[in-house]
């Protein structure tokens, strides 16, 4: 009965109401059934026995139910501890300076703070918890706050993105709008999640910037600037491989990150983070260059090609410094190898070109020469017959004056002996020019001394300008040029003499000027003034202004037998005038230097003058076929030669070389924007005076009037070799005066 009342499945409570409801039903029966006193006695003990069971199980009771009451007590404090702590932990991500954001093994964003993408405030609204990976990048992607980020490139710079994303560790700078900075860092995490981390390092990018200049010194500043003038990608290594220097241009060729070179950064550190897609993909390149660095025990200069991701060629140079450093440089040769094909292909052009017009040039030259020496032993022959007889007449027509004469006799005798003179002064100029233009003549080059020279021009001419009431000054000078003394007497004889000539009143003067390493010998008059018009048609044979005058006035040879010695002897000329007020003629001739004054050098007309190895032109000239050809042509006088087709290109070199050349040659016609004046010009204003030299098809009086007045050497195309010479040696000569 007892297993039946109380089962042991039933809960304390339970039992204890049982319990409590079986000791009241004894309890009644003991009082209504009294007379029963054995047995209601036993009942009595046993309602006894159940109410100490009562009270023990109610104790357990109570024990169970404090300790449960303890458990949620427990259980209450853990909830509410998780909840601060989860409430510290989203303040702590809050509090991060970074934006946080953090995608689970589902690639799904599950957590971020408030900073996350604050930078691309144009798709900040759009990210939100619960977007997966590729959506959240997609989005990132249309942001217009990427720094120049190209609307068609939006697309691979979202799949490369995504491609990065399976990577374990990641960090990539960004350069945003408004010269701002974002560093990404991605870490996957144990449980594959992946954490972001978006940083403004705009403060440390310019913070490192100040740092890296605040660290080199003086020197290094210079060497940096340096580097950046220089179209080759330079970097520089100490002993230790560490970055000491670099240029922006390597930058661009390697594509690399601003912030990836850093000084003091390892070999091993920047070969990990910088290494572009040279050779179709191909690392040998990179392997090669990685090996040769870190070989310190044999390591000859490095050289090698590679081929860029858009079809560039890049010639790589490797050597050692003697501090045991290390330079590597890129250059891009892809113009240069371009130009090399396009070469052999013209070069097979040309050859059968040369070829067929080497046969016609040959026949002409024949003719041509035969022609000239015609010409030539026609007018010697002619002179020499002619001055025999005009020798015999003016013998005659001497002995004649020692008889008496009536005076209209006189006169007329005085007539012809002024014709005669003339005629043998015509016939001998046109000897001169036949000499001149034949070549012929043998020029004894040499140290001369002005002084005596010029005495001898004042004893001359003095009287002849004192005929004509006119004041002859002549400024003496003791220097000493190097010319030769026939030609220079005549060519001076000349022009004193047309000055006398054409000038009425006022004064002749003749004096020299120092320019540079030369002597600049004029000639001044008052007299009648040349047109701007007519003043390059004077040095033309037989060309007078007047042409009323007598021929006691000339024929007009004076001037052009002055043009063809001055050319031959490569002393350039030139004139300024003004009709009424007079003519000044100028002719420029090398001082001597000492050590030269009693030398002298044979040489015949068209010959090599002296040149020395060493000297370097700027060329300046935008025909692609003619410049290689004038450059080959002044290599074989060992003369170095910086090419440059238009002018922008020259300032350029002349910045990236840091060099000053000994002369300028430049064609007249370069582009729409700058012709060759300006150019000559511009460099006169920035270097001084340097001889130059204009270069141009170009033979109007207006071009020659503009070099003259630039003081300008100006020659004209199609260009003969003698001429080049006669300039190069100028510029020779000028240099080993100055002391470059």
């Not at 012709?675 to 130059?692: E, H, Q």
């Amino acid at each position: 009965m007892r297993s039946q009342l109380l089962r042991p499945d039933d809960t304390l409570e339970r039992q204890s109401d049982k319990l409590l409801q079986i000791c009241e039903v004894l309890m009644n029966r003991l009082e209504y059934e009294s007379d029963q006193s054995g047995r209601n006695l036993a009942q009595f003990e046993h309602a006894a026995i159940l109410e100490e069971q009562q009270k023990q199980h109610n104790s357990k009771l109570q024990a169970v139910l404090r300790k449960l009451n303890h458990t949620n007590i427990d259980l209450e404090a853990a909830k509410q501890k998780v909840e601060l702590t989860k409430r510290d932990l989203s303040e702590a991500i809050e509090a991060f300076s970074q934006g946080f954001g953090l995608f689970d093994h589902n690639d799904i964003l599950v957590m971020k703070n408030s900073r996350f993408c604050e930078n691309f405030p144009d798709v900040k609204d759009s990210i939100d918890a619960g977007m997966n990976v590729t959506d959240f990048i997609d989005i990132l992607s249309t942001s217009h706050y990427f720094h120049a980020l190209h609307p068609k490139r939006r697309a691979t710079w979202a799949r490369k993105r995504k491609q990065d994303y399976a990577k374990q560790n990641l960090t990539r700078t960004f350069q945003l709008s408004a010269d701002r900075w974002i560093r990404i860092n991605q870490h996957k995490t144990s449980s594959r999640s992946t954490v972001i981390l978006q940083t403004d390092v705009t403060d440390i990018v310019k913070l490192q910037a100040l740092e890296r200049d605040k660290l080199v010194d003086s020197q290094v500043q210079l060497i940096h600037a340096t580097l950046d003038h220089l179209s080759d990608g330079i970097c520089i290594f100490d002993s230790d491989l560490r970055l000491v220097g670099w240029n922006q241009r390597l930058i661009r060729i390697l594509g690399g990150d601003e912030t990836d070179f850093r000084v003091g950064t390892n070999f091993d550190t920047l070969y990990g983070r910088v290494r572009p897609d040279f050779d179709k993909g191909n690392d040998r390149w990179a392997k090669e260059i990685r090996s040769w660095v870190l070989n310190e025990n044999k390591r000859h200069p490095l050289k090698l090609e590679v081929q860029g991701d858009a079809g560039q060629v890049y010639y790589v140079n490797g050597r050692s410094m003697p501090d045991e450093g290390l330079l590597i440089s890129l250059r891009d040769i892809t113009a240069e190898r371009t130009v090399s094909k396009n070469l052999v292909r013209n070069n097979e052009i040309l050859e059968h070109r040369v070829e067929e017009r080497t046969i016609e040039l040959e026949i002409a030259l024949k003719d041509a020469k035969t022609a000239n020496a015609s010409k030539t032993r026609f007018v010697a022959a002619a002179s020499h017959d002619v001055l025999q007889p005009l020798s015999a007449a003016k013998l005659f027509l001497d002995s004649l004056e020692k008889a008496t004469l009536s005076r209209q006799t006189q006169l007329v005798l005085n007539k012809t002996q002024d014709a005669l003179q003339s005629v043998e002064s015509i016939l001998e100029a046109l000897l001169d020019i036949s000499k001149l233009e034949s070549d012929r003549e043998t020029l004894d080059v040499g140290s001369i001394e002005l002084g005596p020279l010029l005495n001898r021009m004042r004893n001359e001419f003095a009287p002849k300008a004192a005929a004509k009431n006119l004041k002859f000054s002549l400024v003496q000078c003791m220097g000493h040029v190097i010319t030769d003394a026939g030609l220079f007497q005549r060519i001076l004889r000349n022009l004193i003499s047309n000055a006398i000539r054409y000038t009425d009143s006022g004064k002749i003067l003749v004096g020299a000027r120092r320019d540079s390493s030369n002597l600049r010998i004029e000639v001044h008059d008052t007299g009648r003034g040349i047109p701007t018009d007519q003043q390059t048609k004077v040095f033309s044979e037989f060309y007078r202004l007047d042409t009323a005058a007598s021929a006691a006035e000339g024929m007009g040879l004076g001037l052009a037998i002055v043009e063809r010695a001055c050319q031959r002897l490569g002393h350039p000329l030139g004139m300024e005038s003004e009709v009424g007020k007079g003519t000044k003629f100028h002719f420029t001739v090398p001082i001597s230097d000492t050590a030269l004054d009693n030398e002298s050098t044979q040489r015949k007309g068209g010959g090599t003058p002296k040149l020395t190895p060493g000297l370097v032109v700027l060329l300046v000239e935008n025909d692609a076929q003619l410049r290689p050809a004038i450059s080959l042509f002044l290599k074989k006088w060992k003369v170095g030669v910086i090419e440059a087709c238009c002018a922008d290109e020259a300032h350029e070199l002349l910045d990236e070389l840091q060099f000053v050349p000994d002369a300028f040659l430049i064609d007249y016609k370069l582009d729409n924007k700058t012709s060759g004046l300006d150019l000559a010009l511009n460099l006169r204003t920035r270097f001084g005076v340097i001889p130059t030299c204009i270069m141009s098809a170009n033979r109007s009086e207006e071009l020659v009037a503009q070099c003259l007045a630039a003081e300008l050497d100006l020659i004209h195309k199609p260009i003969e070799p003698s001429v080049f010479q006669s300039f190069l040696s100028s510029a020779w000569e000028a240099q080993a005066l100055a002391g470059r």
